[in-house]
């Protein structure tokens, strides 16, 4: 006769090791997908196209906003100063694009302006939209 006690018990183990996997790689994510995100730090209620396409060679951003404030770059300039500043681009960079960003309600003579003051610099502007 075994009268010895058995423990019948089974042992209670919470396993975390797949858990920090799982921290590391959504970790890992979000920074990755923070990085690739460019905010635009003007609101601006953009045109929509369908055949829209993006640009990755030197850009800078052209900004108007609806009550009509141009930004370069995020920095606010006045309309009479954006061929000096734009041109001050153009000699750091040979290959330059401007990507416009324009208010929906902006009248399209400010932006043939952009557009014109582009064009004496010899500098390539696109245009941006929003994806329909």
């Known amino acids: 006769m075994n009268l010895r006690k058995r ?3 089974a042992s209670a183990e919470v396993h975390t090791s797949a858990m ?7 970790l890992l994510f979000f920074l990755i997908a923070s990085t690739v ?18 640009v990755s060679k030197k850009t800078i951003t052209v900004s108007v906003t609806k009550d009509l404030r141009y ?13 000096a500043t ?4 153009k000699n750091l960079a040979t290959d ?6 324009v208010d929906r309600s902006v009248a399209i003579q400010n932006v043939v302006q952009v557009m014109d003051t582009a ?8 245009l941006a939209t929003e994806p329909k």
């Open 7 to 9: 423990n019948s018990r």
């Open 20 to 26: 920090n996997d799982i921290m590391f790689f959504l």
């Open 37 to 54: 995100t460019n905010p635009n730090v003007i609101k601006l209620m953009l045109p929509k196209s369908s055949s829209g396409q993006s």
């Open 71 to 83: 930004y370069v770059d995020k920095k606010e300039v006045k309309e009479t100063d954006l061929p």
């Open 86 to 89: 734009l041109g001050s681009y």
């Open 96 to 101: 330059l694009t401007i990507v416009l960003y």
């Open 119 to 126: 064009q004496k610099l010899n500098i390539k502007l696109v």
